[in-house]
């Protein structure tokens, strides 16, 4: 009887033994897995939302203007720098004004050299000399709308009834060492304000 019993039992503790074996590879790795899954899902779902906010193409908005206007092959948009001009240019020139600022490690005589070579191009654009002069601070304005008429070259024109486009170019103390601005206002602005305006920035710029 003894032997049986001890049998009895042995074969009792093999059973749960297996059963609990059994219990913990059923699907209990699954349940722990389940929260990690859902909580991935709502980080994917998530996730979408924060990249909604378009993407800015400033070369291909400024080209939709008129594809005239010249862009630095060098220089890239940056959303940080337009954002910090966005907000002096809409002060200035109102809610409908809008900038788009580029920035490259060229130096500002040969993005100065680039410009005004192009721009050169055009009787409305005043004889420049080949690069700027030395000096402390150093930077190019152009209203394009006016000084972009009557090519020696045909091409296109950037009408003086379009969108106004006011380049600026500001040599910086820092890095990025030279900054380029493309502002877009309703109405011309006035070239004394643009040279103010445009040194003030490069200031500020460098401050930061």
């Known amino acids: 009887m003894t032997m049986r019993r001890a049998a009895a039992a042995a074969s009792l503790a093999a059973v749960v033994l297996a059963s609990a074996c059994t219990g913990g590879q059923e699907g209990k790795a699954a349940e722990e897995q389940l929260p990690k899954k859902n909580g991935i899902e709502q980080t994917s779902t998530q996730t979408p939302a924060a990249q ?3 993407v800015v193409d400033a070369a291909k908005d400024l080209k939709a203007i008129s594809t005239a206007i010249p862009i630095y092959a060098g220089a890239k948009y940056r959303d940080d720098l337009t954002r910090h001009d966005e907000v002096m240019i809409r002060n200035q020139y109102g809610p409908q004004s809008k900038v788009y600022t580029l920035a490259t490690d060229d130096s500002y005589p040969q993005v100065y ?9 055009f009787r409305a654009f ?3 000399a080949p690069y700027p002069a030395q000096q402390s601070w150093r930077t190019l304005e152009v209203q394009l709308n006016q000084a972009m008429q009557d090519p020696f070259i045909p091409g296109d024109t950037l009408k003086p009834g379009d969108k106004q486009v006011t ?19 309703q109405k011309p602005i006035p070239a004394s304000e ?9 200031s500020a710029f460098d401050r930061e």
């Open 167 to 185: 380049l600026q170019v500001a040599e910086t103390e820092a890095e990025p060492k030279t900054v380029i601005r493309y502002v877009n206002t």
């Open 194 to 202: 643009v040279q103010t305006k445009a040194a003030g920035a490069a």
């Open 126 to 128: 005043p004889a420049q």
């Open 52 to 54: 909604q906010e378009p």
């Open 113 to 121: 050299h680039y410009y005004t070579t192009y721009l050169a191009q």
